[in-house]
């Protein structure tokens, strides 16, 4: 499962329902980590922000959007 559902799930207290299915014609199968990668490797960047400050960030954004 990928990390960002897991950490989704920590912050929420709450287990994802998921229904996993095979990839369709048009689903993104590589995603910009691999450019975030090139970046480091090219350009010296770096990002610094951690994926569970930025999953706080989206969920209380999304409790403050929708008033939940």
């Known amino acids: 499962m990928p990390d960002v559902i897991l950490e989704i799930e920590k912050q929420l207290d709450l287990k994802a329902n998921l ?15 691999e450019a975030i990668k090139t970046k480091e490797k090219n350009l010296g ?12 960030l989206f969920v209380d954004w999304i409790r403050n959007y929708y008033k939940v």
């Not at 996993?20 to 199968?29: A, I, T």
């Not at 960047?45 to 999953?55: H, N």
């Open 19 to 33: 229904n996993l299915l095979p990839l369709l014609s048009g689903d993104v199968v590589k995603t910009c980590v």
């Open 45 to 56: 960047y770096k990002p610094d922000t951690q994926l569970s400050y930025g999953v706080t």
